[in-house]
């Protein structure tokens, strides 16, 4: 085993995508990972998105880097196997509701009874205490109360919940950075993650906008607040780029393309705000020229110009862009079960210890007599489990 976080111990306790997600990236980077399944009820991310043969793809990425293992935790047997395996390990990632593992006899207490140093993340939709902690959620009531949702859409439509697990996949980046601060710590503590908060972090000013100004942001489409132009047009061949002006001298550069240098001197173009207040006409001199234009026309342009754009890809673009290419995006990774199979590579690069995928998801409770047999297991015991359904 490799990387740099060889020697940490992750027992990755949690269901569907967020609490999974987070181990899966601290598994990238050479975490031993222990996924903890219940023996008749997989992880319930085994049964989203295309399968192929009845062997589920996502869960090859979700699920990578991990070794796989059956428990039944609300039994007494299960629950002390479970205790067994935190004496030894260093992260426990669980996303059950408040009060789930404590009736089970595996609340942070128990945990660090047995092990004072563990660092226990608890993943939830609402947190581990106020008026919602009881109830059912998932990411998308994140994406909806956080105000994502709200700002998302045309104007005059409704508002708009994203096709993916976005709060999902952002709370899974702050449980990752949680765990390695906890860990950093060198005490054992517990983390308190409610899935609706991250994301609302990274909405930007709105809270203090409203608070200093009373200011509600409105839906705007593709357009952007804060800049313009700020959208996706349509070429002469029927595809779409986004075009962005976040910075002035980009914004300078579009315009002079675009045939509207007479704007740039206008007062109101000098901040990204002002400009988005015109963005009916900068919209309207931008789509024209592009609407008259092939894409790689329209591409190489903006190149030259050095103005900011990019082709609207779906995964087919993704797969082909030279750019991916180059930094490795996507690797092919050798799986027992689909022979070789793409998926996304690690999140980041390092020089000195990088990340690797080392397998694809395994199959449910494929590691469970290798992991049980390191706690003193045997293979009587295990053969009795089975028979009992703990395992």
């Given at each position: 085993?490799?990387?740099?976080?060889?020697?940490?111990?992750?027992?990755?306790?949690?269901?569907?995508?967020?609490?999974?997600?987070?181990?899966?990236?601290?598994?990238?980077?050479?975490?031993?990972?222990?996924?903890?399944?219940?023996?008749?009820?997989?992880?319930?991310?085994?049964?989203?998105?295309?399968?192929?043969?009845?062997?589920?793809?996502?869960?090859?990425?979700?699920?990578?880097?991990?070794?796989?293992?059956?428990?039944?935790?609300?039994?007494?047997?299960?629950?002390?196997?479970?205790?067994?395996?935190?004496?030894?390990?260093?992260?426990?990632?669980?996303?059950?509701?408040?009060?789930?593992?404590?009736?089970?006899?595996?609340?942070?207490?128990?945990?660090?009874?047995?092990?004072?140093?563990?660092?226990?993340?608890?993943?939830?939709?609402?947190?581990?205490?106020?008026?919602?902690?009881?109830?059912?959620?998932?990411?998308?009531?994140?994406?909806?109360?956080?105000?994502?949702?709200?700002?998302?859409?045309?104007?005059?439509?409704?508002?708009?919940?994203?096709?993916?697990?976005?709060?999902?996949?952002?709370?899974?980046?702050?449980?990752?950075?949680?765990?390695?601060?906890?860990?950093?710590?060198?005490?054992?503590?517990?983390?308190?993650?409610?899935?609706?908060?991250?994301?609302?972090?990274?909405?930007?000013?709105?809270?203090?906008?409203?608070?200093?100004?009373?200011?509600?942001?409105?839906?705007?489409?593709?357009?952007?607040?804060?800049?313009?132009?700020?959208n996706v047009y349509r070429t002469a061949d029927g595809d779409w780029v986004a075009?962005?002006?976040?910075?002035?001298?980009?914004?300078?550069?579009?315009?002079?393309?675009?045939?509207?240098?007479?704007?740039?001197?206008?007062?109101?173009?000098?901040?990204?705000?002002?400009?988005?207040?015109?963005?009916?006409?900068?919209?309207?001199?931008?789509?024209?020229?592009?609407?008259?234009?092939?894409?790689?026309?329209?591409?190489?342009?903006?190149?030259?110009?050095?103005?900011?754009?990019?082709?609207?890809?779906?995964?087919?673009?993704?797969?082909?862009?030279?750019?991916?290419?180059?930094?490795?995006?996507?690797?092919?990774?050798?799986?027992?079960?689909?022979?070789?199979?793409?998926?996304?590579?690690?999140?980041?690069?390092?020089?000195?210890?990088?990340?690797?995928?080392?397998?694809?998801?395994?199959?449910?409770?494929?590691?469970?007599?290798?992991?049980?047999?390191?706690?003193?297991?045997?293979?009587?015991?295990?053969?009795?489990?089975?028979?009992?359904?703990?395992?």
């Amino acid at each position: 085993m490799s990387g740099p976080l060889a020697g940490i111990r992750v027992l990755d306790v949690s269901t569907l995508f967020a609490g999974p997600l987070a181990a899966t990236f601290l598994g990238d980077f050479g975490a031993d990972v222990i996924k903890v399944e219940h023996p008749r009820r997989p992880d319930a991310a085994r049964g989203h998105g295309p399968a192929k043969d009845g062997v589920n793809l996502w869960w090859k990425t979700l699920g990578r880097n991990k070794k796989t293992v059956t428990l039944d935790l609300g039994k007494p047997e299960g629950a002390r196997l479970l205790l067994a395996l935190a004496a030894e390990a260093d992260v426990l990632i669980e996303n059950f509701r408040p009060g789930t593992l404590e009736r089970w006899g595996v609340g942070p207490a128990e945990l660090h009874s047995t092990n004072p140093r563990l660092v226990v993340a608890r993943v939830t939709a609402f947190g581990q205490f106020g008026p919602y902690s009881s109830r059912p959620g998932f990411g998308s009531l994140a994406e909806a109360m956080s105000g994502f949702a709200a700002l998302t859409g045309e104007p005059d439509g409704p508002p708009t919940l994203p096709p993916f697990g976005l709060a999902d996949g952002i709370a899974a980046l702050a449980t990752a950075y949680a765990v390695m601060v906890g860990l950093r710590t060198g005490v054992g503590q517990v983390i308190d993650m409610a899935i609706i908060e991250p994301i609302l972090m990274l909405l930007g000013g709105q809270i203090t906008a409203y608070d200093q100004l009373g200011h509600v942001q409105p839906r705007t489409g593709n357009r952007s607040v804060n800049n313009a132009p700020r959208n996706v047009y349509r070429t002469a061949d029927g595809d779409w780029v986004a075009v962005s002006t976040s910075s002035q001298s980009i914004a300078e550069r579009v315009l002079r393309l675009v045939g509207r240098p007479d704007v740039v001197d206008e007062p109101w173009f000098a901040t990204g705000h002002q400009r988005a207040q015109h963005a009916d006409e900068l919209d309207a001199a931008v789509s024209s020229w592009i609407a008259a234009r092939s894409t790689d026309e329209v591409v190489a342009e903006f190149e030259k110009a050095q103005a900011a754009i990019s082709r609207v890809y779906d995964v087919r673009g993704v797969l082909s862009d030279p750019q991916y290419r180059a930094l490795g995006t996507v690797q092919t990774v050798d799986d027992d079960e689909l022979g070789p199979v793409k998926m996304q590579n690690v999140l980041f690069r390092m020089s000195e210890t990088p990340g690797a995928i080392r397998w694809a998801g395994r199959p449910h409770g494929a590691d469970t007599d290798e992991v049980l047999a390191k706690v003193g297991v045997t293979r009587e015991q295990l053969a009795a489990l089975r028979e009992a359904g703990i395992v």
